[in-house]
């Protein structure tokens, strides 16, 4: 509208029109009235608004601060522009400080951060800043606690604020005390290392003693070997000497002579024995398909000459078929068998059951007798070498059979375990695992 | 009749050596005992004599300066083409004597046994064996 009076118009309107315009200016002042009052209500209420999300952003930033100390995390702001950090009470309580002790300026925590972990923290920073926050900002870093001690601190961060130029205005983040965990840490370190000394150790013990079973082993072949000559060379000649001198001797000197062939050749016998034994331990195992049932036969077809004119009921049943070495299966059969037709000497029907049995993982066999058994409470000896639970008189024998039977089960990764009963009989049961063909 | 070849017998044990005379003496065989002391006795005695007159030879294994496998291996190298036997006459047991000396060309092994009759019996077992039932190649 326009407001321009002149004289001209003055003069020529009616008092009509100046009228109307007076109506006019009525309205609109009382328009303009309604304009301010309602602007003036917005204002108030934007005010009260106002008021209303500052106290909520102070009962949130409340809340948030509560939460960050309660989790004994410290926050920090860093206002780059500014020159200004705000460092949280927890936060310098960390390091052993009270709040005013440390103003709040990144230079309080420069000098407590160890100088050689500061390059890896300003990496990690470098990285998150170039990467425009894309790869959070988080390090792991050493500070000196005011009472010297090494605080450990994990810290996380974000820019929130962000220059024109792309730098770094406004970053906040937190610190976390790990020193307990690093302390475990340490700790499970040293302990892992421990371990590893000691199972090195172990394993150089395990290796030490191998070398030395292996060196006594082939220290006690040689021995035997050597005395196997001389015991021969008396054998021979005290038995050459009964048959050429026998006439004339007396019966006294003949038994004398006797005496000293049945000492010779048990020591003969013994000493053959414990050649066998070293030589059990030192030989290769050649596993190949044995038929247990096939050893068997061959064993008690060997043992014949024991079973003369013996009553004996031999039962072999189930035998199965074995991954092992041939040879030295039928050692454990021809010392377990001539032990069952031995202790049932005395027997008039000997009872002698050889049985097979299979498990998911092992094949076993039992080998049982109704000799003269042995008292259980002796069994710690049966398998121990020179070990005899009878006497020599009673059953001959030198004590290294069964030692052989169980070196040779052992090598075969199975186990030899026996139940007796005196005068009731023996029951030998050994397992030889099944093995992939 | 034709004259009786010699039993060769390489044994550093008198004990022994004196062992297997007195089964010989026991024994019915006409052929004559000679004994050496080592592998080495014998390769000389070889290289002087030769085989003719030798039925066959009884050698131990364990012996100073030349063992048994030691002489087997070294008749082996020189590519003796010899047809007399070689009887390996030990008290070692372990089987990977028994292998090597049939690998190089041993004809029997033979265990000395510990029992003295027994001893005497196997000497002239094999005495009687190898130097009148088995046959030899005549120009050997």
Same mark, same amino acid.
């Given at each position: 509208m326009n407001y321009s009076f002149t004289k001209e118009k003055l003069i020529s309107a009616s008092k009509e029109d100046l009228l109307h315009t007076i109506r006019q200016l009525q309205e609109e002042n009382a328009r303009l009235k309604a304009e301010k009052d309602e602007a003036q209500e917005a204002l108030a209420l934007a005010e009260a608004s106002t008021a209303y999300i500052k106290a909520e952003l102070q009962d949130v930033?409340? #809340?948030?601060?509560?939460?960050l100390e309660s989790s004994m995390a410290g926050y920090w702001d860093w206002h780059m522009v500014e020159d200004y950090e705000y460092l949280s009470p927890?936060?310098?309580?960390m390091f052993g400080y009270e709040d005013d002790e440390l103003i709040n300026h990144p230079s309080s925590w420069q000098k407590l951060i160890f100088q050689e972990d500061i390059p890896v923290v300003f990496g990690?920073? =470098?990285?998150h800043v170039a990467s425009r926050g894309k790869v959070p900002f988080d390090s792991v870093a050493r500070y000196r606690h005011k009472d010297g001690r090494t605080v450990w601190v994990y810290c996380r961060g974000r820019v929130v604020r962000w220059g024109k130029d792309g730098s770094p205005e406004r970053i906040v983040g937190s610190h976390i005390d790990i020193s307990v965990l690093k302390e475990v840490e340490a700790e499970l370190k040293a302990y892992n290392v421990k371990v590893n000394e000691l199972n090195d150790e172990l394993a150089r013990k395990a290796q030490l003693l191998e070398v030395s079973n292996a060196e006594l082993e082939r220290f006690v072949y040689s021995v035997a070997?050597?005395?196997?000559?001389? #015991?021969?060379?008396?054998?021979?000649?005290?038995?050459?000497?009964?048959?050429?001198a026998a006439h004339k001797l007396s019966e006294l000197e003949k038994g004398l002579l006797d005496n000293i062939i049945t000492s010779i050749n048990r020591l003969g016998q013994l000493i053959d024995e414990l050649l066998e034994y070293a030589?059990?331990?030192?030989?290769?195992?050649?596993?190949?398909? #044995?038929?247990?049932d096939k050893i068997v036969k061959r064993c008690l077809h060997t043992l014949g000459y024991m079973m003369q004119g013996r009553e004996i009921e031999l039962k072999v049943e189930n035998l199965p078929t074995i991954w092992a070495d041939e040879l030295m299966m039928e050692q454990v059969f021809l010392n377990l068998l001539s032990n069952a037709i031995k202790y049932t000497g005395r027997e008039e029907l000997a009872e002698i059951k050889v049985v097979g049995r299979e498990t998911p993982t092992a094949y076993e066999i039992v080998v049982e007798d109704n000799g003269a058994g042995f008292d259980m409470s002796y069994q710690h000896k049966l398998f121990a070498i020179f070990q005899r639970l009878h006497d020599v008189d009673e059953f001959e024998g030198v004590g290294v059979g069964l030692a052989n039977v169980q070196r040779i089960i =052992?090598?075969?990764? /199975?186990?030899?375990?026996?139940? /007796?009963?005196?005068?009731?009989?023996?029951?030998?049961?050994?397992?030889?695992?099944?093995?992939?063909v | 009749m034709a004259i009786l070849r010699k039993i060769l017998l390489v044994e550093d044990s008198k004990f022994d050596v004196q062992?297997?005379?007195?089964?010989?003496?026991?024994?019915?065989?006409?052929?004559?005992l000679m004994c050496l002391k080592n592998g080495s006795e014998l390769l000389e005695y070889l290289q002087a004599y030769g085989y003719s007159e030798i039925a066959f030879i009884m050698m131990d294994l364990n012996m100073p300066?030349?063992?048994?496998?030691?002489?087997?291996?070294?008749?082996?190298?020189?590519g003796h083409k010899i047809n007399i036997p070689i009887i390996i006459f030990s008290s070692s047991q372990q089987p990977s004597d028994v292998e090597t000396c049939y690998r190089l060309g041993a004809n029997a092994y033979v265990v000395k046994p510990v029992d003295g009759i027994e001893f005497a019996n196997t000497v002239q077992t094999l005495a009687q064996f190898w130097a009148n039932v088995n046959i030899i190649p005549p120009n050997s």
């Amino acid at each position: 509208m326009n407001y321009s009076f002149t004289k001209e118009k003055l003069i020529s309107a009616s008092k009509e029109d100046l009228l109307h315009t007076i109506r006019q200016l009525q309205e609109e002042n009382a328009r303009l009235k309604a304009e301010k009052d309602e602007a003036q209500e917005a204002l108030a209420l934007a005010e009260a608004s106002t008021a209303y999300i500052k106290a909520e952003l102070q009962d949130v930033n409340f #809340v948030f601060k509560e939460i960050l100390e309660s989790s004994m995390a410290g926050y920090w702001d860093w206002h780059m522009v500014e020159d200004y950090e705000y460092l949280s009470p927890t936060f310098k309580k960390m390091f052993g400080y009270e709040d005013d002790e440390l103003i709040n300026h990144p230079s309080s925590w420069q000098k407590l951060i160890f100088q050689e972990d500061i390059p890896v923290v300003f990496g990690k920073f =470098q990285e998150h800043v170039a990467s425009r926050g894309k790869v959070p900002f988080d390090s792991v870093a050493r500070y000196r606690h005011k009472d010297g001690r090494t605080v450990w601190v994990y810290c996380r961060g974000r820019v929130v604020r962000w220059g024109k130029d792309g730098s770094p205005e406004r970053i906040v983040g937190s610190h976390i005390d790990i020193s307990v965990l690093k302390e475990v840490e340490a700790e499970l370190k040293a302990y892992n290392v421990k371990v590893n000394e000691l199972n090195d150790e172990l394993a150089r013990k395990a290796q030490l003693l191998e070398v030395s079973n292996a060196e006594l082993e082939r220290f006690v072949y040689s021995v035997a070997h050597d005395l196997r000559s001389p #015991v021969r060379h008396i054998s021979s000649f005290s038995q050459l000497l009964t048959r050429r001198a026998a006439h004339k001797l007396s019966e006294l000197e003949k038994g004398l002579l006797d005496n000293i062939i049945t000492s010779i050749n048990r020591l003969g016998q013994l000493i053959d024995e414990l050649l066998e034994y070293a030589r059990m331990g030192n030989k290769e195992l050649n596993y190949e398909e #044995v038929s247990l049932d096939k050893i068997v036969k061959r064993c008690l077809h060997t043992l014949g000459y024991m079973m003369q004119g013996r009553e004996i009921e031999l039962k072999v049943e189930n035998l199965p078929t074995i991954w092992a070495d041939e040879l030295m299966m039928e050692q454990v059969f021809l010392n377990l068998l001539s032990n069952a037709i031995k202790y049932t000497g005395r027997e008039e029907l000997a009872e002698i059951k050889v049985v097979g049995r299979e498990t998911p993982t092992a094949y076993e066999i039992v080998v049982e007798d109704n000799g003269a058994g042995f008292d259980m409470s002796y069994q710690h000896k049966l398998f121990a070498i020179f070990q005899r639970l009878h006497d020599v008189d009673e059953f001959e024998g030198v004590g290294v059979g069964l030692a052989n039977v169980q070196r040779i089960i =052992q090598r075969h990764e /199975g186990t030899i375990w026996a139940y /007796g009963e005196e005068d009731k009989g023996a029951r030998f049961h050994f397992t030889i695992p099944k093995k992939e063909v | 009749m034709a004259i009786l070849r010699k039993i060769l017998l390489v044994e550093d044990s008198k004990f022994d050596v004196q062992l297997v005379k007195l089964a010989m003496e026991d024994s019915n065989i006409q052929n004559e005992l000679m004994c050496l002391k080592n592998g080495s006795e014998l390769l000389e005695y070889l290289q002087a004599y030769g085989y003719s007159e030798i039925a066959f030879i009884m050698m131990d294994l364990n012996m100073p300066k030349l063992s048994g496998i030691d002489v087997l291996q070294r008749l082996q190298e020189m590519g003796h083409k010899i047809n007399i036997p070689i009887i390996i006459f030990s008290s070692s047991q372990q089987p990977s004597d028994v292998e090597t000396c049939y690998r190089l060309g041993a004809n029997a092994y033979v265990v000395k046994p510990v029992d003295g009759i027994e001893f005497a019996n196997t000497v002239q077992t094999l005495a009687q064996f190898w130097a009148n039932v088995n046959i030899i190649p005549p120009n050997s």
